[in-house]
């Protein structure tokens, strides 16, 4: 018997993701998982934050320190997106693809111009775990959907067809079925996770 699809969606956060796997009709998918994944190496200080942590580091020390939280990050996700996959095949299901949440999407400038300016410092923490998590699925041969965090909505009323109504009303019924946690962030990875399981399917 072949293999059904399934979907993964993840919202990223300074250190961790909130992952939701996703699987059946485009129309009506059931949650195969939902769970919190680490994706900073807790044995490194300031991993959670590596730009925070690098912003009065001299600039080399800066550098490498980014440069291997960054390193360890990629690995920490890869590792958590294998066993996504791994848990999703054990039930019957290949994993098509892989959605994630993602900012306004400006670029950043080199890491001097970014450790110079706070606000920049964010960006980069937040791009930082969204690309190891993107990249990581890329790695694994998993197309990535991102979608801009403030479009998901309307990205999820036109690829999925359905109403406002009707999306908050299967996000109820999901958190009813399945029982804290069941934040925004759970919410949203799941949407993220049904538009990746529509990208694969055509629809």
Known sequence: MAAKAAAIGCRAHSGWAALVI??????????????RIVIADPKIPGSKQPYHAAEKLPF????????RCTERSQALARQ????????????????????????????????AATLASHALIHTAEGELFR?????????????????????????????????????QRYLQER????????????KYATLAAWLALAATSGE
């Open 175 to 186: 958190g009813r079925e399945l029982g804290p946690p069941w934040t925004q962030d759970e």
């Open 80 to 111: 958590e997106l294998r066993a996504a996959v791994e848990q999703a095949r054990s039930s019957g299901h290949e994993v098509a693809g892989c959605g994630v949440l993602l900012a306004s999407g400006r670029p950043l400038p080199d890491l």
């Open 60 to 67: 080399q020390q800066a550098e490498q320190l980014v440069a």
């Open 22 to 35: 996703v699987a059946g009709t485009v129309d009506a998918p059931k949650i195969l998982e939902r769970r």
């Open 131 to 167: 690309n190891v998590i993107a990249e990581a699925s890329r790695e694994m041969n998993v197309p990535v959907t991102g979608v801009k965090e403030r479009e998901l909505l309307a990205r999820a009323y036109a690829a999925l067809g359905k109403s406002d109504t009707e999306l």
